[in-house]
């Protein structure tokens, strides 16, 4: 099986861009973060966990061997459990809503079991 296809998590769809759209999400909303010394040091952080996230994953479907494959994908979802925590301490500072808070935890998540799954399939 082609890295590609592991990548697939739906017809059509695959965790990269899901990934990047996440990505996005996050950019977007760490705008409405506080321009203070905590805010900019908490969307730094959270920037640059979540588009570690769709950079891995894109990096790692450059056909490289398997055991690349699998570090890199293993590293994107390191990155994901990381910015699962930058979420949250941004939401306990108050800097995201708890609607917000409540899209972007499910989403992370959901990649995060994606990212599990596909190391684990990669690994047979």
Sequence with gaps: MLNAEYLMINKGENIQERGYRFALDIVRLVRK????SEGFAVS????RSV?????NLFEGSAGVSRK???Q???VA???AVETKFWIRFS???GFVLETEFEKL???NEQIIKILSRIILNAKQ
């Excluded at 730094?44 to 920037?47: D, N, R």
């Excluded at 588009?51 to 950079?55: G, H, K, V």
């Design 33 to 36: 973060f506080p321009k203070n």
């Design 44 to 47: 730094s952080q959270l920037i």
């Design 51 to 55: 588009t570690s996230i769709p950079a």
């Design 68 to 70: 690349d494959f699998i």
């Design 72 to 74: 890199f994908v293993s």
């Design 77 to 79: 979802k390191k990155s």
């Design 91 to 93: 939401f306990d500072l």
């Design 105 to 107: 935890i499910d989403e």
